[in-house]
């Protein structure tokens, strides 16, 4: 039996995947993707940024994620959106509801929550006093920090060391992206924009 959520969530994610459209080169013809494919990783080909067509209704700026597809949708323009593969929480620890972009770090530091050391310590103790930003942290290149009334969240999207994880559901809760692909949407997401996680 399906429950209301998984129905709702099966409902949005339909309404967001690209539908057949031979004037697609037109309407996304000027949205530059990061390059594809990446060396080394292993993805999916569906994965990769791809241009697709959504409902109407969506706010421009915004992002939506469909966590049981592994899809992040940002919001371009009216009825266009990029799709971008992601990594979500492990069954019980999947983020969802509505958030904010409350901050956007460059490289940012990482230090796990009190949570993550209780549920595995021997992974994350020796981290308790966080670990500086670089190649070797956690959140890669980038992070998107999402708030709900002004407190964080503890979600972040973000970048990671693990990419060949996309399309997968292993992490503590936030929302892992390739690198090449969390900088993109970096680069085009404002802070205050609205996040809703299905």
């Not at 013809?29 to 999916?44: K, Q, V």
């Not at 929302?175 to 299905?198: F, K, Q, S």
Request: glycine share 8%.
């Amino acid at each position: 039996m399906i429950d209301r959520r998984t129905l709702f969530a099966s409902a949005l994610a339909a309404s967001c995947v690209a539908r057949p459209d031979p004037a697609a080169a037109l309407w996304g013809e000027e949205i530059a993707l990061p390059p594809a494919p990446i060396a080394g990783l292993t993805i999916a080909p569906e994965l990769y940024p791809t241009v697709v067509r959504v409902k109407r209704s969506y706010e421009p700026g915004s992002i939506h994620v469909i966590s049981s597809q592994h899809f992040l949708y940002y919001i371009v323009r009216p009825r266009v959106a990029i799709r971008y593969g992601v990594a979500v929480g492990k069954a019980e620890l999947v983020y969802r509801g509505a958030a904010l972009v409350g901050r956007k770090v460059e490289w940012p530091s990482w230090k796990p929550t009190p949570e993550m050391i209780e549920r595995d310590p021997a992974a994350y103790e020796k981290y308790a006093d966080g670990m500086p930003g670089g190649p070797k942290n956690p959140l890669g290149a980038r992070a998107i920090y999402l708030y709900h009334d002004g407190i964080d969240t503890a979600i972040r999207i973000h970048g990671t060391t693990q990419p060949n994880s996309i399309g997968r559901s292993v992490s503590n809760g936030c929302l892992r992206m390739v690198n090449e692909h969390v900088i993109d949407l970096y680069d085009r997401v404002e802070l205050g924009a609205p996040v809703t996680v299905y």
